[in-house]
């Protein structure tokens, strides 16, 4: 099955700053969907991506998929403390199983 | 904003006793799913289920687990005889569409189960 390795595994910054999150996979993907999980709580839906090269703006989210459709992207311009979590990249097959990667998970001192 | 509602949101069992976790997808939702996360682990797929039949299901799903949609509103998790490596968040999860362009699942608050 599919499998995303997703970098870095944590990731601490200053109020402010920005903060970035990499999915990639050996295969090409045929989509990718973005989760934010916070501290002790569920996972929520992001975004979906299908296209190759593929931008989308959420506020100061900026989610990418790339052009040979093995990697993705999360950016947050100007973290907040409200940011912080772990966010997965997931992907999706046919019959509904989604896989996870293993999750950035970001702390905002601030 | 529509949710998936699971209960008990905590359970303490002993060792092989039988479990059953409870689930009330989104009402127009027609996908629903389990999935378990092992603390400070990532989200682990165990099965999709549609029109009463079980759609996929990874290998973490065996014989001990078996689900069900027992009327029109309820979705459940049964696992037969829990192990103490069962210990995890259990979470339902239920989407509107299947297959790489769902749109995305909402997922429940999930069930902490602890396998004593």
């Known amino acids: 099955g599919q499998q995303v390795m997703q970098i870095p595994q944590y990731q601490h910054v200053q109020e402010g700053e920005d903060f970035t999150t990499y999915c990639n996979s050996s295969?090409?993907?045929?989509?990718i969907q973005w989760y934010k999980q916070r501290p002790g709580g569920h996972p929520v839906f992001l975004i979906q991506?299908?296209?190759?090269?593929e931008v989308k703006k959420q506020k100061r989210l900026t989610f990418q998929f790339g052009e040979a459709k093995k990697n993705s992207s999360l950016h947050i311009t100007a973290t907040q403390t409200t940011d912080v979590g772990t966010y997965f990249c997931?992907?999706?097959?046919?019959?509904?199983?989604?896989?996870f990667g293993d999750g950035t998970t970001l702390t905002v001192k601030p | 904003e529509p949710e998936v509602t699971q209960t008990p949101s905590h359970q303490v069992t002993q060792m092989g006793q039988e479990v059953i976790l409870r689930c009330v997808p989104i009402?127009?939702?027609?996908?629903f799913y389990w999935y378990r996360q092992i603390l400070g682990q990532k989200v682990e797929f165990l099965v999709s289920?549609?029109?009463?039949?079980?759609?996929?299901k990874s290998e973490i799903f065996d014989d001990q687990f078996s689900v069900e949609r027992p009327d029109g509103s309820n979705f459940t998790l049964k696992i037969r005889s829990t192990k103490l490596e069962d210990s995890a968040m259990y979470f339902c999860?239920?989407?509107?569409?299947?297959?790489?362009?769902?749109?995305?699942?909402?997922f429940g608050s999930g069930t902490r189960l602890t396998v004593v």
């Open positions: 295969t090409t993907l045929s989509n």
């Open positions: 009402s127009n939702h027609l996908y």
């Open positions: 997931a992907v999706n097959t046919n019959a509904g199983k989604s896989t």
């Open positions: 289920f549609y029109n009463n039949e079980i759609s996929e």
């Open positions: 999860a239920s989407s509107e569409y299947i297959g790489p362009v769902n749109y995305g699942y909402t």
């Open positions: 991506l299908v296209k190759s090269g």
